[in-house]
């Protein structure tokens, strides 16, 4: 084996010893539900300059 | 492999998906990656019902994008007495469950004797009931042997984004934390209900929704395009192979505009085809 061999032949070995399996799987809806909730703690809630007399809100 | 999210507003709900396609060795090692496969579809064209796939791009002999388009053929036959669908009856739900016995008890066990075990496919069906003033979505998954009933994913009420397939990135990114959170906490000896309640924790203090219900339907565009592109990212810059990757695919479904692509690929240039309606 040569040096360059060699140093492949480590390389690809860390390289497919790093690797770990991809999952495909369903959402975790419960978490992705959970934290949709935080919209509808804001749902309604108008975005407002604190600062400002004139509140700026979510109107089109 | 895939990413697909769903983004859920007010005014309606966005599909969008990568468009990677991974065949694997009898390792389940990814051997050659394809960037052109199609996985968001309309179901009846031009209705308010789309539909997404996740896992396995294909059942038997057929891709679940020609299996789709066969199925809709069927939805739209008014003497169809199996699928046939009412234009001002029809449920989503319904949508879900006539698509669950189209891939799963004709296709599926028919193509397969008997079914694989480490078979895996995610169908989710998005879109307004007739007559509705706000969407919904629901889902099913064939996995091995087992294909349950059609479940809810957002009701109607319910809004922002659903994700699935490879969920890593999209996790860390909007939960705030790796789906293995739960199981670093319960090999450090914290008890299940604790490490759920931790993960709960973390979710909602750091989590990001990145939506709102009542935003504008081009700006859900936006973020399930920003979501899918961090995805493909996230699978192309990590030591592992893209198997999130290709175009973004993107439709939009509202109450009045019905099912809409904003971004899609054609293996063909639409202006040399002029007789095809580009389905």
Redesign the interface.
């Known amino acids: 084996m040569t040096e360059k061999n060699h140093v492949q032949s480590q390389s690809k070995a860390s390289?497919t010893l790093?690797?770990?399996?991809?999952?495909?799987?369903?959402?975790?809806?419960e978490?992705?539900?959970?934290?949709?909730q935080?919209?509808?703690r804001?749902?309604g809630a108008p975005i407002s300059d604190k600062n400002s007399a004139s509140k700026t809100k979510?109107r089109a | 492999m895939t990413i697909v999210v769903s983004m859920k507003v007010t005014d309606g709900i966005v599909l969008a998906a990568d468009s990677a396609a991974s065949f694997f060795d009898s390792h389940a090692t990814p051997v050659k990656i394809y960037n052109n496969a199609n996985k968001v579809f309309n179901l009846v064209k031009v209705w308010p019902i789309g539909a997404m796939v996740y896992g396995s791009g294909g059942i038997g002999t057929a891709s679940v994008e020609t299996l789709t388009k066969d199925l809709r053929l069927r939805f739209r036959d008014q003497n169809d007495a199996d699928y046939g669908l009412n234009r001002n009856a029809y449920t989503i739900q319904e949508v879900a469950i006539k698509a669950r016995k189209f891939f799963f008890e004709e296709t599926y066990l028919h193509a397969f004797n008997p079914p694989p075990t480490d078979f895996f496919m995610g169908y989710r069906v998005c879109g307004y009931s007739a007559g509705t003033a706000l969407p919904e979505i629901w889902e099913f998954l064939i996995a091995g042997l087992r294909c349950d009933p059609p479940y809810l994913i957002q009701a109607q009420n319910d809004f922002g984004a659903r994700w699935a397939g490879e969920n890593e990135a999209l996790d860390r990114l909007l939960l705030g934390g790796s789906s293995i959170l739960h199981n670093v906490l319960t090999d450090r000896g914290i008890d299940a209900p604790t490490a759920r309640a931790i993960y709960s924790d973390l979710i909602n203090k750091a989590g990001a929704p990145l939506a709102l219900p009542a935003m504008p339907i081009q700006d859900a565009i936006d973020v399930a395009r920003f979501l899918v592109e961090t995805a493909g990212k996230f699978a192309r810059y990590g030591l592992r192979p893209e198997t999130i990757g290709g175009p973004t695919e993107i439709a939009a479904i509202t109450k009045h505009e019905g099912f809409k692509w904003v971004a899609r690929k054609h293996y063909y240039a639409a202006d040399l085809n002029r007789e095809s309606d580009h389905d």
């Open positions: 390289y790093g690797l770990r399996e991809i999952p495909v799987r369903a959402g975790n809806y978490a992705q539900r959970l934290l949709s935080q919209l509808d804001q749902k979510t």
